[in-house]
């Protein structure tokens, strides 16, 4: 730790990821010598490859404006660096190297073949016109490209990135490559090679596993209180599967505050005002002037329910926000964000017997089915929506049974944060060995 600290100065998201593993891995090391003369953790932490470059656009009033874009590729044991890009101002290298060393590991768990990376960059899209959206995506893309390909490195969606940004970008590397290669990039759009169940996937694995881990703990969804943060693509659609479960959804937000419906959020309205209109959450309350508006971003947890999802960006809770959530009598957490829970929030929880779902584990659904789409592209076939969720219910299934049992094997039973890191870790420092020094 000491190490990585000192040769990644100021970045403090990627020393946290770091911590948050090595913690885990304490018993794996001691039972496995053969990784320590490997040197697997001196490698596991850095990058195979970290590509910086400068974003040049203009934007609709002619003025120059220059970004930094990232490609952080972490890892290829397994299969070719896979990851999304996040275009938000608070992006810099330490938030892609977290980001890319937690994709490492939770690439590892669905049990197919990707490598981890991620990529992005500063650009803030908010209050930017779908003209200058494109343009600065195709400018991104006009470097990205040559670093990247179908057996290489495929980007996807993170946050500030959806279809419409795939999109742009893969209109422009399919333009400068000269190629048509639907699997450089997966959440495309249904109509050139994007898979159906894609847009779903993180948030309905998400609930996947959560129903998992309640079931082993002889609870289900059903009637339970949920408040989730964010009211993005996670946010929205593991509201839909709880709802289908029969669970109570009573708050999301959005980075400015949240709402809340005591009688439960409908979800067709956050749909309209998010995917449609792409406004901010409090217009909700026009909609329905029963709900109310709060402003501020941790305030949601002071919300009392059973289950806290929180779907929105890193380091969300707290431990303050943890202690809150537990006096209320929350029961469990789902991690449908990259490190949303800080790992004092995550020690108190666990600490408190609160069954937590962590996020390699937990939002893996979504990666998972951008490797369906890859599997997809290469076959030049599409799935149906009923076979691709079906192969991701099952893909969550195992990751849950995986990382539950990784955490009994090595004394951290009902641990599933160190199963998930432990298992994650297992697959990768094996084939790190079996490939050699490289
Ligand atoms: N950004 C998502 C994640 O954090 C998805 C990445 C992908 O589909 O490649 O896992």
Redesign the pocket.
């Known amino acids: 730790m000491d190490q990585v600290k000192k040769r990644n100065p100021g970045e403090d998201e990627f020393h946290q990821a770091v911590m948050e593993v090595l913690e885990s891995l304490e018993p794996v090391i001691e039972r496995h010598p053969e990784y320590k003369k490997a040197g697997i953790l001196e490698r596991i932490v850095e990058p195979e490859r970290q590509i910086m470059f400068r974003v040049p656009w203009l934007d609709d009033k002619g003025n120059v404006k220059i970004n930094r874009g990232f490609r952080v590729q972490f890892n290829s044991a397994i299969g070719p660096y ?3 890009l ?1 275009f938000h101002p608070s992006v810099y290298l330490g938030i892609i190297k977290f ?1 890319g060393f ?2 490492v590991f ?1 690439n590892s768990l669905p049990g197919l073949p990707i490598g981890g990376g ?1 990529g992005g960059s500063d650009f803030d899209p908010k209050g930017k016109s779908d003209n200058e959206i494109m343009k600065f995506c195709q400018s991104f893309m006009t470097e990205l490209y040559r670093h990247i390909g179908p057996d290489l490195d ?5 946050i500030g990135v959806g279809a419409r940004e795939i999109g742009y970008l893969f209109g422009q590397y399919k333009r400068i490559s000269n190629s048509y290669r639907a699997g450089v990039l ?2 495309k759009g249904l109509n050139y090679g994007g898979s159906l169940a894609r847009k779903e996937a ?1 948030g309905f694995g998400l609930v996947y596993f959560v129903r998992e881990m309640l079931s082993a703990h002889n609870s289900s969804l059903k009637d339970k209180t949920i408040v989730i943060s964010g009211a993005g693509n996670v946010a929205i659609y593991a509201c839909q599967k709880a709802q289908e479960y029969g669970a109570k959804v009573i708050a999301m937000s959005d980075s400015k505050g949240y709402i809340y419906d005591k009688n439960g959020i409908k979800l067709d309205t956050v749909k309209q005002i998010k995917e449609v209109e792409r406004k901010r959450i409090n217009e909700y309350i026009n909609h329905h002037p029963e709900a109310e508006y709060h402003e501020g971003q941790k305030e949601i947890w002071e919300l009392k329910c059973d289950i806290a999802l929180p779907c929105a960006t890193q380091n969300d809770i707290n431990e303050e926000s943890a202690n809150i959530l537990i006096n209320n009598g929350v029961i469990a957490i789902g991690e449908g964000a ?1 490190m949303p829970c800080t790992n004092e929030a995550i020690k108190t929880f666990l600490n408190n017997k609160i069954l937590l779902a962590p996020a390699k584990a937990a ?2 659904g ?2 998972a ?2 490797a369906l789409e890859m599997s997809q592209n290469s076959l030049r076939l599409s799935w149906s929506f009923e076979e691709v969720n079906k192969k991701l219910d099952n893909i969550m299934v195992n990751i849950f049974k995986t990382a539950s049992d990784a955490a009994a094997k090595y004394g951290k039973s009902e641990n599933y944060v160190a199963g998930a890191n432990i298992a994650g870790f297992l697959k990768i420092a094996d084939t790190m060995i079996a490939q050699g020094l490289v």
């Open positions: 896979k990851g999304g996040r980001l937690e994709q939770k991620k495929v980007p996807a969606g993170d997966t959440g993180t990259n939002n893996a979504g990666v089915t951008s």
